[in-house]
């Protein structure tokens, strides 16, 4: 073989999801030969999942949009970026003349998260915008767990991860690592993880209301109500504080608020939840008592115990729990890490009790860290009044497939006067704008993981280079965010990622290391800063360093879920079931879905429903059926699976892509339905803002 046919092979992270995953791409003459997991990344060790041999994929999709795009009344109108960026410059400058600062708008979605130029170009972005209506998927999300890490902690981002390598025990409640890979956990390999404890004698109990793939790996399984799992963790602590089984270990001179914690929980009982939450007292008991005994242990709750209507409770009694049986800041329980780009350093330290949040203009709900719920973004949008948005940016986003009540905010972003999309695709959401601006993607980027290092189960730190350049007219992401932060008045400089990320590596916790880029540069498959180690002392925010035990915020919001223990029965009358999402194995969320791969992999999109509720309503496997909620209705095949909770249903997110105008030709192809055209808008954590689709009520009405 000449030197210009032997594949060349580039090493770097896979930035789909939060696992972070070390990959081998071989390549010859611009195209991709193979991507292999790279056995030497010291984070994933060998690691990797479907999803990134589809990475290839996007790079040669012949349906990304190459050059920015205007619409026009014949369609879409490719320009040059020196025309975009003068008429967003000019539009943009106009309505925030005339209206107002806030009446130009921002939403972010959850790619940006995983991109090192948009991460560290977004605040700049922003600051230039001036305005305070901002949105992100956070609040789809996430949030609960800012919201209490910055209650207890001082700090949004101090969100201790399971060190799950070391535990005895891990109690999992409504999370599905075996498909989602881990999340605000980024734990590559998640499947041979919860076998492994197992496998050194430890238990791995899930709280799902359907008997998922992780729970198929477990030593245990409950099957919990939809929206019970406060109860739930309240009942826990309950047991171990009855027991006098209270420990706060390591961390017991810093902890304040534990007789308020045992006050607000004190008729909590297993006995007074149980018949609530679908799991008996003695059970519940059990459970417990298991989790104190254990040597370590550690609650990790995620997705479905944080959208839905208590995830801010949820993700508290998730932390206290953890504090209370001591298994805090140990090993086996929850950690810190300690990234080598440290957000969490740069946060100043501040009294969490005294942060009175903003609150949204037309439902007054709170805002978060700069932002506000993406559940009132249509609201900001429909309502009349000052310092309503008539103009919005979407930053890799797509929330007409992703925030609740998509169809309503769907109507809503074609009542714009201006739209901007930043992205990769024509989609639900991009083709509403005025102008879309097309950004790389992929194996086209330089990659470090500013945020998902913050929250990983081992430090590490590596950087990944480009591998291929864009193959039309596209720009990085946070080159187009310089663009626009030009049009918009800015002034001019030449910063790039690198510069910033190479100043904060020099300025990290490893500086004594040498650790810079160039130091990452010379190590192409990452470099091993070792296991996660108690450092809760150095690392809390508030300003005493002390942990909050029992926030006001949070012990003030139980009245509602004690009001919770006797449930609605008109709602239940008018919608018998609970609607709960899932995440597909070949999927992230709402945009891979044009890589012919990955579609072959997902089949077609059911609900789910137990068999014994589907011989009650007569509706056979695959047969269609109509699910009515309060805010829209889906028609779409059953599928009959006793792994399900009767009256419980459930639908995978993401999908719905047969709405007009969209350039995904394959995702078209095989549309989907989208969950979000049964969520509700009006459905949220009222403590947190956080979107609650879980538990959503709905009907089915078979064909
Ligand atoms: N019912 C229900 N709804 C949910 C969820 C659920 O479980 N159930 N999950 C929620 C969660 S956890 C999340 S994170 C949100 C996600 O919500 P969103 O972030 O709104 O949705 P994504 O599908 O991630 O959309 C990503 C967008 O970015 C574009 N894109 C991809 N890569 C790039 C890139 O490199 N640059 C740019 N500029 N654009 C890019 C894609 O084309 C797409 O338009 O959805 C939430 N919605
Ligand atoms: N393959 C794949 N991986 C992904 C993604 C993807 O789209 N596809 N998306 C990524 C993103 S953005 C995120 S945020 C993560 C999310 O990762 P996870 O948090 O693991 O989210 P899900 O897989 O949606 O799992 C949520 C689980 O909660 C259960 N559940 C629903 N309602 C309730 C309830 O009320 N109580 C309890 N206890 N459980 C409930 C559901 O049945 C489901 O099993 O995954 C990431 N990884
Ligand atoms: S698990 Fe996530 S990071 Fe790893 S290969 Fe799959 S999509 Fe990429
Ligand atoms: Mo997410």
New binding site residues.
């Given amino acids: 073989m000449t030197a210009a046919q032997t594949p060349q092979k580039h090493y770097r992270s896979c930035?789909i999801c939060e696992a972070m995953c070390g990959l081998e791409v071989s390549h010859r003459d611009g195209a991709v030969v193979s991507i292999r997991p790279d056995r030497q990344d010291p984070f994933s060790r060998g690691h990797i999942c479907p999803k990134a041999v589809a990475l290839q994929d996007?790079h040669i999709d012949e349906d990304r949009v190459r050059t920015p795009l205007r619409r026009t009344a014949d369609g879409w109108q490719p320009i040059g970026w020196e025309q975009a960026f003068t008429e967003i410059g000019q539009r943009v400058r106009a309505i925030q003349q005339q209206h107002g600062a806030d009446s130009v708008g921002v939403?972010?979605?959850?790619?940006?998260a995983?991109?090192l130029g948009?991460a560290l170009f977004l605040p700049r972005f922003q600051k230039t915008l001036g305005s305070r209506n901002r949105y992100?998927?956070?609040s789809?999300?996430?949030l609960p767990h800012h919201v209490a890490a910055s209650q207890m902690f001082g700090a949004g981002l101090a969100i201790a991860v399971p060190d799950i390598d070391r535990t005895d025990f891990l109690l999992i409640i409504g999370a599905n690592p075996a498909v989602s890979n881990g999340?605000l956990m980024s734990a590559p390999g998640m499947p041979a993880r919860l076998k492994a404890i197992i496998g050194r004698g430890g238990r791995v109990v899930v709280i799902d209301p359907r008997r998922t793939e992780t729970a198929k790996l477990a030593s245990e399984h409950f099957a919990i109500r939809p929206e019970a799992d406060a109860l739930l963790l309240c009942a826990l602590i309950r047991t171990i504080i009855d027991d006098g089984r209270v420990d706060l270990g390591d961390v017991a001179d810093m902890v304040d608020g534990y007789a308020t914690l045992d006050a607000a929980t004190a008729d909590f009982t297993p006995e007074r939840v149980a018949g609530a939450v679908g799991i008996s007292a003695a059970d519940i008991r059990r459970l417990a008592r298991a989790f104190a005994a254990a040597p370590s242990a550690v609650c990790y709750s995620r997705?479905g115990a944080s959208?839905q209507s208590f995830g801010g409770l949820c993700q508290w009694l998730t932390v206290a729990l953890n504090v209370i049986s001591g298994n805090f800041d140990r090993a086996g329980g929850a950690m810190f890490p300690l990234p080598a780009l440290d957000l969490l350093a740069r946060v100043p330290r501040s009294d969490p009790a005294l942060r009175k949040p903003p609150r949204s203009r037309v439902r007054g709900l709170p805002g978060y860290s700069g932002e506000f719920p993406v559940a009132t973004l249509a609201d900001e949008i429909l309502t009349e009044g000052d310092g309503r948005i008539r103009a919005l940016f979407?930053?890799?986003?797509?929330?007409v497939?992703?925030?609740?009540g998509g169809d309503r905010l769907d109507g809503a972003l074609a009542r714009l006067d201006f739209m901007v999309?930043?992205?990769?695709?024509l989609?639900e959401?991009?083709r509403h704008a005025d102008i879309v601006?097309p950004?790389?993607?992929?194996l086209e980027?330089a990659q470090y993981d500013v945020y998902f290092n913050s929250f990983a189960v081992r430090n590490t730190a590596k950087y990944s280079p480009p591998l291929f350049a864009a193959r039309g007219a596209q720009r990085h992401?946070w080159q187009?965010l310089k663009g626009l932060m030009a049009c918009l008045g800015a002034a001019e400089d030449s910063t790039t990622p690198e510069d910033l990320l190479d100043a904060a590596l020099r300025a990290g916790p490893y500086k004594d290391l040498g650790l810079s880029l160039d130091a990452l540069l010379a190590h192409p498959h990452g470099i091993d800063l070792g296991p996660l180690r108690p450092c809760a002392r150095a690392r809390l925010r508030t300003p005493d360093g002390r942990i909050r035990l029992a926030p006001a915020l949070f012990v003030d919001d139980l009245p509602r879920l004690r009001a919770a223990l006797d449930a609605d029965s008109a709602t239940r009358r008018d919608y018998p079931f609970r609607l709960i999402?899932?995440?597909l194995i070949w999927n992230?969320?709402?945009?891979t879905h044009n890589a012919r791969r990955l579609l072959k992999g997902a089949g077609p999109i059911t609900v789910q429903l137990h068999p014994d509720d589907a011989r009650r309503l007569g509706i056979a496997d695959g047969q269609l059926v109509t699910v009515r909620a309060r805010s829209g209705r889906l028609r779409l095949p059953a599928e009959l699976d006793g792994d399900i909770a009767p009256g419980v249903v459930s639908?995978a997110?993401?999908w719905g892509h047969d709405r007009p105008g969209i350039g995904m030709r394959h995702a078209a192809a095989q549309p989907g339905a989208s969950?979000?055209s049964l969520?509700d808008d009006a459905r949220i954590d009222p403590l947190t803002g956080n979107?609650a689709?879980?538990g959503t009520p709905v009907a089915l009405d078979p064909d």
């Fill in positions: 930035n996007f939403y972010l979605g959850n790619p940006n995983h991109n948009s992100s998927s956070a789809a999300d996430q999340s997705m959208t979407t930053i890799a986003g797509n929330p497939l992703s925030a609740p999309a930043v992205d990769i695709y989609n959401t991009t601006l950004a790389t993607t992929g980027i992401d187009i999402g899932r995440r992230h969320n709402t945009w639908i997110q993401g969950i979000n969520t979107a689709f879980n």
